[in-house]
Structure formats: C-alpha cells, structure tokens
C-alpha cells in the first residue's frame, strides 16, 4: 500500500511538471488558423475594460479586479497602461512597452516584470511569458507567467494565465476584456 502511495505521488508529481499536459502545452502553431484574426495595434488600441479573478493553486478565488487600460501605438511599438482596483480596495499600475517582431513575435517590458516579456500573436491567440515580481504587500514573490489571450468574434479578448514558482502552479488568472462602448 505505501508503495502503491509513492508511485501514485511521483505520477501525480510528473503530470504537474511535465509540459506536454494541460495549460503549458498550448503552442502558438495550434491557433494559427483561426479565425478572426488578433491584431496588436487593433485589440489592445483604445481605452479597454478588464474584469477578472486569480484562483490560488487549490482552485479558490483570491481575489477579483477591474482594470481600466489604455493602449496607443506609434508604428511597431506601443504601450499599454493598466489600472487595476482590487475587491479588497487594493489598487495597482502597470505600463507594459511593446514592439512588435516580424512573423507575429514581440516583446514587451513593465517594471515589475525582470527582464524581457517574449510573446507571439497566432490565428486569434496571444501568447507570452515572462517572470514577475509581486509587490512587497503581495508577499514579493518572483513567478513565471504564462499568458494567453483568444479573441472572440465580438472583439472580446479571454485572458488565462498561469503562475508557477519552482515550476509548480501556484495561481491562475481568468479575466474578460472589451473596448469600452462594448
């Protein structure tokens, strides 16, 4: 029976790090024929409205969020400023420095984040990763982010990331995102 008990641990353990599982093995190719198509310089231009929620690594909310954003471009480079408001009254600002690559990759920069935001944009999908520092109140944890947008048909973006520290999952962002007059 412990034996049975290890080897179910050590399986579950391999499910949760491998990458060919689940959230991280989405790959940019798999949406490149999708349809409508994302456009930086469309979808994230203008003001945006974003509404989400972060689940803990055992699936429970933890906290909600509005996120008033404006985007604007100037050629292939870009910015993206968010405002965000916590449930708990809590507020945060982040400006994110975009430049758009060729063949749909970019970078992107914001203070929180250490180094360089790689991402690409595929069929109606946005992906990126990137290493973030939460704030000192936030417990100042640096994490791996993985970042996922899907365009809807209504010009509605679908935000899910993933959190992981050493590798493990430790939280899960879910959020809408609109033009605002949508």
Known sequence: MKLFLIILLVLLALSILRPGFGFKSQRPSHYGGTAPEFDMKTHLNGPIISEGMI???RGRMVSRFVAEMQGTWD????TLAENFTY???????RLWNLTLK???????????IIGLAKG????????MTYRIRLPENAGGHVLDVTDWLY????????????LRKFGIKVAELTATMR????
């Open 87 to 93: 449930a708990n009254g809590g507020t945060q600002q």
């Open 55 to 57: 689940h803990d690594l």
């Open 120 to 127: 690409q944009v595929s069929g109606a999908t946005l992906s």
């Open 75 to 78: 050629g292939n480079t870009g």
């Open 179 to 182: 033009p605002v007059g949508n």
């Open 151 to 162: 365009l809807m048909e209504n010009g509605t973006l679908l935000n899910r990331s993933e």
């Open 102 to 112: 060729e063949d749909g990759h970019f970078t992107a920069t914001a203070d929180d």
